[in-house]
Structures are given as C-alpha cells and as structure tokens.
C-alpha cells in the first residue's frame, strides 16, 4: 500500500483541469522516432508502470 502511496502522490502525471495534460509536441520525423529510448519499470509487481525517456 505504501508503494501505491508513493506513486500516487509522487511519480504519476499531475493532472490539470478536467483531467487534461499538456500535449507533448508530435515527432513526425521517422529517424527521430526510431532513436527514441524509452524504459519502462514495474512497479507493485507489475500493476503499476513508470515511463521514462532515456538521455
């Protein structure tokens, strides 16, 4: 429970009014989009996921 606390509060997106996020500008170039590195952790045995863009 305390895992999910932590993710809750801390890690997830914040969210604005209604639920909405900033759009992230669209990647439209295909050399751009092959190169991305993006890594995904689980997190309370798999239920939950974290997603980040490797530098």
């Given at each position: 429970m305390r895992e999910f606390e932590a993710f809750y509060n801390e890690h997830r997106p914040h969210?604005?009014?209604?639920?909405?996020?900033?759009?992230?500008a669209a990647i439209e170039d295909p050399d751009r989009i092959a190169h991305l590195d993006i890594r995904r952790r689980a997190r309370l045995g798999g239920t939950l996921h974290e997603y980040q863009h490797v530098a």
């Open positions: 969210q604005g009014l209604a639920n909405a996020r900033p759009l992230p």
